[in-house]
């Protein structure tokens, strides 16, 4: 528990950063603000045709009796949702951290140095970097893919499907989150996606206290916005933690 809460605490002291460089924070919200507001479009035209969805994926329904018919359509229906849910989150993630690659770096660097023993800049052609961040980012767009649909097979579940759907995204996708948004200091290093699954999974229960928390704020509408450069932030002090356990502040 007491890891779980420092992943949290990681989230809470990257939002600190918007105080103390409001400037550079606002920069990181507007590749959000801008790809947050296509994913919400997206959301909204999927729930206005949810009911059509769900008749069409239940069509083997259709002789059921009326109440046993409308439960199905309706467990139906809140697993599209969850499944819409997961991939948005994740496909987000990935589609914002390619687009605002240059204003992330800038803060990952700016949070590096005022905690001290920022790693060396890495002299990388511009080109190069954005086809890794676009490499790694569709290898964990196909994660977040499968995770979606397991969470959408969950979701048909009677009764306790949705639910269970849905934990089952907050977890599985927090953790794919938190890989995601730990690329940038990891890459700082020269530690590849490899690297950075190996060194997360050794903190693991701080990095899904970091990786749900910051899903659940990436839930609420446009709340991405304002927490994707915190989330940014919280990431690089996560990555201090799991690389240099032995320098990272209690």
């Known amino acids: 528990m007491r890891d779980l809460l420092r992943g949290v605490g990681d989230l809470g002291r990257g939002f600190r950063f918007w105080a103390t460089s409001p400037r550079l924070m606002l920069l990181g919200a ?12 997206l959301l909204v035209a999927l729930l ?17 009796a009326p109440a046993a018919r409308t439960a199905v359509r309706v467990a139906a229906g809140l697993a599209l949702v969850v499944l819409a849910l997961v991939v ?8 914002v951290l390619t687009v605002g690659d240059p204003f992330y770096e800038r803060i990952s660097r700016r949070v590096e140095e005022r905690l001290g023993d920022a790693p060396v800049d890495r002299d990388e052609p511009l080109l190069r ?8 980012g569709v290898a964990l767009l196909v994660a977040s893919v499968v ?14 499907g949705p639910l269970v759907g849905g934990a089952f995204g907050a977890v599985v996708g927090g953790w794919f989150l938190a890989v995601e948004l730990t690329g940038t200091p990891f890459d700082a290093r020269g530690l590849r996606l ?4 190996r ?52």
């Open 30 to 41: 507007l590749p959000a603000l801008i790809v947050g507001a296509v994913w919400i479009g």
């Open 48 to 64: 206005s045709d949810l009911d059509a969805l769900a008749a069409w994926l239940t069509g083997f329904a259709d002789r059921w």
């Open 88 to 95: 948005a989150a994740l496909s987000f993630t990935a589609v």
């Open 129 to 136: 970097g954005l086809l890794r961040a676009a490499r790694d």
């Open 147 to 160: 995770v979606g649909l397991l969470s959408f097979l969950l979701g048909l579940i009677p009764l306790v």
């Open 194 to 197: 490899r690297d950075r699954r």
């Open 199 to 250: 060194a997360l999974r050794g903190v693991r229960a701080r990095t899904l206290g970091f990786g749900i928390a910051t899903w659940l704020l990436f839930l609420v509408p446009f709340g991405a916005v304002v927490a994707m450069p915190a989330a940014v932030a919280g990431a690089t002090l996560l990555t201090r933690g799991a690389l240099e356990p032995d320098r990272d502040p209690a």
